[in-house]
Nanobody, 117 residues
Framework: VQLVESGGGLVQSGGSLRLSCVASGFTFSNYAMSWYRQAPGKERELVAAIFRVGGSTHYADSVKGRFTISRDNAKNAVYLQMNSLKPEDTAVYYC???????????WGQGTQVTVSS
């Protein structure tokens, strides 16, 4: 099983980044997919989630209206489009796959996002 994130980097405040996560080794379409982030000295927090049925989404209040999560089941991929980035968005961003009914979940290795002021 692998979740491989990409797309992180250094961007100025107000800029945009698009994170990608490509999955392998499990049936991607059966899993809810999420992005979490962890800033230095802080707990890991949920940023956005997209559910396997109907594609409904959920966002943390801090990113609503700025971030968009999407998935492409044909490509086993989930994306996070991040616009109007702020310095407080600086963190390591992790991809997460979850299928709670069978107690199965996986984490990616993380990708660093740094927003300069």
């Amino acid at each position: 099983v692998q979740l491989v994130e990409s797309g992180g980097g250094l961007v100025q405040s107000g800029g945009s980044l698009r994170l990608s996560c490509v999955a392998s080794g499990f049936t991607f379409s059966n899993y809810a997919m999420s992005w979490y982030r962890q800033a230095p000295g802080k707990e890991r927090e949920l940023v956005a989630a997209i559910f396997r049925v109907g594609g409904s989404t959920h966002y943390a209040d801090s990113v609503k209206g700025r971030f968009t999560i999407s998935r492409d089941n044909a490509k086993n991929a989930v994306y996070l489009q991040m616009n109007s980035l702020k310095p407080e968005d600086t963190a390591v961003y992790y991809c997460h796959a979850d299928r709670p009914l069978i107690g199965s979940s996986y984490w990616g290795q993380g990708t660093q996002v740094t927003v300069s002021s």
